[in-house]
């Protein structure tokens, strides 16, 4: 485990930063039901057998269930790590294909908005767990809560999913309305998921981008899409990750396909403002 840093006491710009090492992920949505949790569960899966060292963060604070999605059992969750009780080392999980998992609670509604002395909590120790790992993927909440909006403009890269249905996409226009106006953001990913066809998933894409470029002048990458599969409530029925039980499914492989974009994005720069200071020690650690 890595001993916690000693910061000298000068200014941020006194500072020669280490190359990052950490890629820090941010997958979202505007609303629950789109299957944002197993595009994580399935993208960590996936960047793990790529020869990833992957590190998921159930960010749904108050409702996770990433754990629940993955088989896994948890004894203590971030909720313990917040009274003081545990320490995100003592309850981090191994998962399919050796990633590791840092559960949430489920039905706590008290942490459905960080505190900034909460926040500063995970981030120093977010800053000794990820640091010999290569991507951090985040799992937020739905909607615009204050816990989504913080880890998505936090993150180096967030994937926006969306589905073919209009309230999706609606949710969706919101969520990076806010993220545009209120934290400047102006770059985001965007992936469609359950979709019968290719065709079907660029006509969900261009929707959304047409209206955020008209209204927001934002810009929006399409990363791809994943199809409606029956493999995945069968995987789902039985706790696993698609990716791993049914690895030649038609899912299975548009997330591997996934992974392999991921994998060739550019490499974390510097943190987006000084505000931010959940990652700035988590990416520059030594």
Known sequence: MQSRMSIPATTPYDIEPSEPRTQVIAVSSGKGGVGKSNVVANLAVALAKAGKRVLVLDADLGLGNLDVLLGLVPQYTIEHVLSGARTLDEIVLEGPAGIHVLPASSGVPTLTALTESQQL???????????????????????????????????????????????????????????????????????????????????????????????????????????????????????????????????????????KQVMQWPKPGIPKSSVQLLWQRLVYAS
């Open 121 to 259: 909590l995970i981030q120093e120790q977010l800053e000794q767990l990820s640091a010999d790992m290569d991507v951090l993927l985040i799992d937020t909440g739905a909607g615009i809560s204050p816990n989504v909006t913080f880890f998505a403009s936090s993150a180096h890269d967030t994937i926006v999913v969306v589905s073919p249905e209009p309230t999706s996409l609606t949710d969706a226009y919101a969520l990076i309305k806010v993220l545009a106006r209120q934290y400047r953001e102006h770059r985001f990913k965007v992936l469609v998921n359950q979709v019968k066809s290719p065709r079907e998933a660029t006509e969900v894409f261009r929707k959304l981008d047409r209206a955020a470029d008209r209204f927001l002048h934002v810009a929006i990458d399409y990363v791809g899409y994943v199809p409606y599969d029956d493999y995945v409530p069968l995987a789902v029925m039985q706790q696993k990750a698609v990716s791993d039980f049914f690895p030649d499914a038609p899912a299975a492989q548009a997330f591997t396909r996934l992974a």
